[in-house]
């Protein structure tokens, strides 16, 4: 009897297992490499309806003009890579590896068989403002070039794409640049066969942001866009409307003030209508400007209001997501604060009205000042998400032009911290970690290999091309391993 309850529950325990999602951690493929996919977007396999993430490959060496690299998944957490969906052409009017190949979207067109990638095609002055499209007979590519175009004549600079699931009409969606004469955001409807645009459905006169994104609701469609601070992240801001053609309402932010959008850009949006709930995904970049191919994705869960007519992203450090049943949940972790942390050098605590227990561990520098904490571990590799305040940059993200935001700061957007387990100097830890506002904390992940029993955690500074400050350190939380359901079922059989 207890024996069948048991095989019972465990069956139930091995069907439900999925793989979570970590925002702003660096995420690998299936073959270990980097998941290397920015500025990006999703595509469903015609036949299979399996996900396919089109982004653009950028490495140290080829930043911008790497070509978009291609990725598929049956869970929109376990990537396969397929290699560049569209490799730059030495020579070419507009794919050398010296133009700018941005914000691909890949759309199906029923009418010509053929998967349609389209893409902010320019020069690498911005000159040219063109749209680009490429075909392909098999979404993973290769794309063959096409064209590139004028939509409707006029300018096209950040490209996104929407498809409206109630009419199945495809939508390109860009800023005619940032010119004075430019600066307005387009909603235009593609023809049927989508090779061209063919129809301004809204333009956002004057409103000068980029990035967009539609999401689409039963009631409502929400656009959500990015003020223009370049690779420095601002808070994205939504407009809401019943119909494409608007009218469309005021902006409002996303996510709390000052957060800038949890250190993230906007650009993409997916819904996902499962057998249970809908759950609708905000799919922005976090870029780093000190070394852009070292950017992370970050995906979050967003919460709607209707009534209110509200979309809100959501922060989680770990959650679990599953797209069949659409259903998703935050992971628990347990919290350890600086306040029980042990101090060398120069670091210390200091009172602080926002962080844990009042107070954050500050002057962590180079090897010297650094902070110690002891977390339990299960004997596996865990994720740890590091809680911080930095507060060297200004405040350009969201008060264009605004007042400095600054303590004796570098003006950068990121410090980095080193972080060694149980003394294991060998295997140095790399935490970077953006910048934020004053009394805002943010965190980084880190997957780091935890004994059963305790472990310490040493935080200190590396460098980040100015200095050697790590942020101001307020607590770590740490997660189970992922793979704990399976670790429990497994020493369950060992007993049965
Ligand atoms: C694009 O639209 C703006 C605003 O209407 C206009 O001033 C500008 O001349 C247009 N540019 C082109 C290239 O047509
Ligand atoms: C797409 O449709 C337009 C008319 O809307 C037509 O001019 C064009 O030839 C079509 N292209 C393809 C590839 O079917
Ligand atoms: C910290 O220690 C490492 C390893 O011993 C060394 O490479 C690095 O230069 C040191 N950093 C500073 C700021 O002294
Ligand atoms: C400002 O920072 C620099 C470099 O980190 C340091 O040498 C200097 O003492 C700091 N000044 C103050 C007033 O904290």
Request: with cysteine; charged share 20%; hydrophobic share 35%.
């Amino acid at each position: 009897m207890a024996i069948g309850r048991l095989t019972a529950l465990l069956g139930l325990v091995t069907v439900t297992s999925a793989k979570w999602i970590v925002p702003g951690a660096r995420w690998l493929d299936t073959d270990g490499n980097i998941f290397n996919a920015h500025a990006g977007g999703l595509c469903l396999e015609h036949e299979t309806g399996r996900f396919y993430w089109f982004g653009e490959h950028k490495t140290q060496e080829q930043p911008e003009g790497g070509g978009i690299a291609v990725y598929s998944s049956d869970d929109l957490a376990t990537w396969d890579y397929h290699g560049l969906a569209l490799e730059p052409v030495e020579g070419h009017a507009h794919i050398s590896p010296e133009d700018v190949i941005q914000r691909p979207k890949v759309l199906y067109s029923e009418e010509t068989g053929k998967y349609h990638m389209w893409w902010h095609a320019d020069d690498s002055r911005y000159s040219l403002l063109l749209q680009g499209l490429a075909t392909s007979d098999n979404i993973a590519g290769p794309y063959e070039f096409q064209s590139a175009m004028s939509p409707l004549g006029n300018w096209s600079q950040d490209f996104g794409a929407f498809t409206d699931y109630k009419t199945g009409h495809s939508y390109a969606m860009y800023s005619n640049g940032d010119r004075r004469e430019g600066r307005d955001v387009y909603v235009s409807r593609f023809n049927d066969n989508l090779t061209a645009v063919e129809e301004v459905a809204f333009r956002f006169n004057k409103y000068d942001f980029e990035a967009p994104t539609i999401i689409q609701t039963d009631k409502s469609y929400f656009a959500l866009m990015s003020h223009k601070t370049g690779y420095r992240p601002n808070n994205v801001v939504a407009m809401r409307a019943d119909k494409l053609e608007g009218p469309w309402s005021q902006p409002f932010f996303v996510s709390p003030a000052y957060t800038r959008t949890f250190s993230t850009q906007s650009g993409f949006s997916w819904r996902i209508k499962g057998t249970k709930t809908t759950t609708y995904l905000y799919m922005g970049d976090m870029w780093d400007l000190n070394s852009i191919w070292e950017s992370r994705n970050v995906w979050l869960p967003m919460e709607i209001n209707e009534r209110e007519g509200s979309i809100k992203v959501l922060w989680h450090d770990v959650y679990d997501l599953n797209v069949k049943t659409g259903e998703w949940k935050p992971i628990r972790g347990k919290t350890y604060t600086s306040r029980y942390a042990k101090f060398t050098g120069g670091a210390h605590l200091q009172e602080a009205t926002f962080a844990s227990h009042n107070a954050i561990a500050t002057g962590i520098y180079g090897n010297d000042s650094k902070v110690e904490i002891t977390v339990d571990g299960e004997g596996a590799d865990q994720w740890v998400s590091f809680y911080h305040q930095n507060i060297d940059d200004m405040g350009f993200g969201d008060q264009p032009m605004g007042q400095p935001d600054r303590i004796n700061g570098t003006w950068q957007i990121r410090r980095i911290s080193s972080v060694i387990v149980n003394g294991d100097e060998d295997n140095v830890h790399t935490l970077y970690q953006k910048d934020t506002h004053k009394g805002i904390l943010l965190s980084s992940p880190l997957l780091l290999p935890l004994k059963k029993g305790k472990n310490t955690i040493t935080i200190g500074g590396l460098y980040n091309g100015f200095d050697y400050k790590g942020a101001d350190f307020d607590r770590v939380v740490v997660y189970p391993p992922e793979n704990g359901r399976k670790r429990w079922l497994d020493s369950l059989r060992f007993w049965e």
